[in-house]
């Protein structure tokens, strides 16, 4: 049975490190330690799950903001049935004021979509009513 921290550790090790699950798998395997890549996407999945009400929260806090930035990026997704990436978006919400004198803590939030369609960033944005500055666009 993993661990709370063994747990945490494999989705940092995915996404902040950039470590495949294949990678890590193999990694893992040079100590002794044999987990499928399978097991550990099952993890990142109960990772996720479990911090989704953190997310969901610092979105509220970010939206009761004055003023909020907003860009999206690309990022390689698997299309299944193609054996194929396709191209989706991860969508960054953040507030950073401390450069002029702001009290608020800095923090982002990342939302996936698989476009970059203007619907998405409204559903992202539902219930702000601050400024927006959004990919180059200030409003």
């Known amino acids: 049975m993993p661990t709370e921290g063994a747990i945490a550790d494999v989705p940092i090790c995915k996404f902040s490190d950039h470590l495949p ?39 509220e806090h970010l939206k ?22 396709k191209t989706g978006y991860l969508w960054a919400m953040a507030r950073d004021d401390r450069g002029w004198g702001g009290e608020d803590p800095p923090g982002v939030v990342f939302t996936y979509a698989p476009n970059r369609a203007g619907k998405n960033a409204e559903q992202i944005l539902q219930g702000f009513d601050g400024t927006l500055q959004l990919d180059g666009y200030s409003g």
């Open 64 to 85: 009761a903001s004055g003023k909020l930035f907003m860009d999206e990026t690309t990022a390689p997704v698997l299309d299944p049935g193609r054996g194929k990436t």
């Open 21 to 59: 699950l294949y990678r890590l798998s193999q990694i893992l395997a040079r100590s002794g330690i044999d987990i499928e890549r399978s097991t550990l996407a099952d993890w990142v999945g109960t990772a996720t799950f479990q911090l989704a009400p953190v997310v969901d929260r610092l979105s």
